[in-house]
Structures are given as C-alpha cells and as structure tokens.
C-alpha cells in the first residue's frame, strides 16, 4: 500500500508528536508529511513516519542507530528465510513462555494493536501481521524499518515510522501488546525506555522483552575490552573484528573439539561437565558467534551487532524485576536464559 492511500493515512492519523503528544495533521504531498500543533514538521518517506532528524536523539544513542543501519543494510532480509525466521520463532516462544506457535497466535488474535519496539528488517512485524486482526506497529530508530518495509510489503494494517521507543510517536495507554525484543539494552537510558514503554501499554495489556544478561566475569572483562576498541574503531577496523571474531568461531565449530570441566568453578561462572570447545569459548571467555547454518555476512553482523553498538548493557535478574515491581507489572513469565532475561507482563487493569 503506498502511503497516500486512504487507509495509510489512516494509519499516519493515528501518530501524534513524540513529547509533546499532541496530534499530527496529514499534509497530503508530495511530500508526504505530517505537521504537529506548533507547525514541526516530520517526512514521511517510503510509506515511514520518520521522527529521528534534528539531533532529536542523544549523542550515543544516534550511533548505536547508525550502526544498526550498516548492520541491517548487509543482512537486510534476516530472519524472512526458513532457516533464520524459525530459529527465531521458536527461541522467542521459548523464551516468552508459549507452548508453541498456536498458543501465540491464539494471544494475538486478542490484540487489537500491536507494537513491535525495535522492529529490525521486520521478521516479528511479519508475524504479527500473520495473526493480529488489528494495527500492528513497528518502530526502529534505525533505517531498518525501510527494509521491514521491503520485507513485509504494502499492507493496509502495518504501521511503520523511525523513532526512538523512549520517545514514542503513541498517545498513552494506546497498545494491548508490546514486544521489545533484544533492543532495551540498546537504548540511551534503558530504564527510562522501560518505563515508556510500560506507559504505552493499555490496562490489561501485554509486555513482552529481552535485555541481555550479566555473565561470567571473563566473558564481562573480554566484553568490555572489545567493546571498548570496537566502538571507537573505523567502520572497516570494525568489520575486520568482526570478521576475525567470527572466523575464529568457525573454525573451532569445524574442529568439533569437546572438553570435560571436571569440577565447576562458580566464582568464575563456571560450570562443570562435557562442552564443545567452541560453545564453551564463546560463554565463558569471549563472543565468537559462528552458526553453519547461516551464511557468512549473517554470522559476521552477529558478531558486529554484539560488539560495535555504543549503547550496549548487561542486567541482572533482580534488577529487572525490580522494574518490574516498581511498574507494577504481573509476571507472567520470566526466563533466565545464558544469553539474556525475557519477561512478558501484564499492566493492571484499572
Ligand atoms: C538486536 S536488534 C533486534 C531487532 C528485532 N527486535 C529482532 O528481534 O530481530 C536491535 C534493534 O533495536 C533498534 N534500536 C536500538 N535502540 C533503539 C531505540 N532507542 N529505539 C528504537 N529502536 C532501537 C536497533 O536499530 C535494532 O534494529
């Protein structure tokens, strides 16, 4: 569906401006735009409301964008084919308490609006649209969301627009359910995106997210370290770790290597048994992500995604359901992976 058409602005009549919260007006084009109360202007451009210009974002928080874009301008279908998207279906079920897919969609087809925060290329877009009778919304501060746009194609029920999730072009209260999948931890304040969020979900509603999890000291201290280089390198400098990082995982990969841990070493995060040489690396001493089911840009920009992102934090258990308490949300179910934390909460109801 192009964005001129009735139905898409519609769909834009629906935005109001991040901050203020006042309503947008649709200026027919083109271009295509849409004006708020004190005549601020936002484009609207391939179909996406765009609210990310004029340095409306903080210093870091902008560069973890911008590598986004150059991460999902190389794997700009990721998660559309067979191998990637059902990896992920089924690690996100997993992961968010569902039996299995049925159960999931027979959730959505109860959600009237839906918001993926943090959409990517939009493999989660797509499946939402799949079993969700309403609006479905995907919002990334990134120029993902023109390949989201690509991927899921014209659709008169999708809502896309490049914004930040703490600043949310939303009025309160307006969405029964919100993912934000692997993405909080990648924001400028993420408590404060938490709590954002937490303010766009409708009594009742849903709460879905991910955030990456503190582990073993090693693996933090060699984190840290790459971090450090990879966030101020030069984009190929940066492309060559990442390369290097994931040749490494490869290799290890093809070898096959196992090794028995005799005794566990809990002060070090260490657990005790027969690991692939490979796997156990990557937990316990750095990330050197290789998966030979994917091909070789898809595993680089895993590496890449993991090291090159200015904003990039690490929680504990108890830190988020202290968030989660002081939201008053419901925990429906929590998930306390190797990689990371999910939750999926309800907000009361009035
Ligand atoms: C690891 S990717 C996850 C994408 C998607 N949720 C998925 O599961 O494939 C993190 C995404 O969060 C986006 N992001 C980071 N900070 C954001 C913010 N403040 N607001 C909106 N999106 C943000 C990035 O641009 C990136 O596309």
Redesign the pocket.
Known sequence: MRAEAPEAVGLLEQLVEPGTGTPLRVVPGPPLRLESESGRSYPVEEGVARFVGDGA?PAE?AA??D???T??ARVDT??HDAATRDF?HRW?LQRYGWRDEAEFAAFLGDQQRVL??????G??VAWYLAHAPGLVAG????T?VDAAARNVGPHARLLLAQ?????LPFPPEFFDYV??????H???DPRA?FEHLVSRVRPGGVLAF?VYKVKGPIREFADDHLRSLATRMSEPEALRLSEALTRFGQALTEQGLTMDVPVAIPELGIAAGRFDVQRWLYWNVFKCFYNADWDWETNVMTNY?WYR?V?AYRYRPGEIREWIAAAGLETLHEDVGDAGLSYRCRKPSH
């Open positions: 974002l928080q973890t964008g590598t986004f874009s991460k999902w990721f998660g992920h996100y993926d925060a943090g959409c990517g290329v493999r989660d919002v990334d501060i990134s993902a914004a930040d999730l703490a600043n993912a934000c999948d692997q993405v909080l990648h924001t400028f995106s991910y995604d992102p904003t």
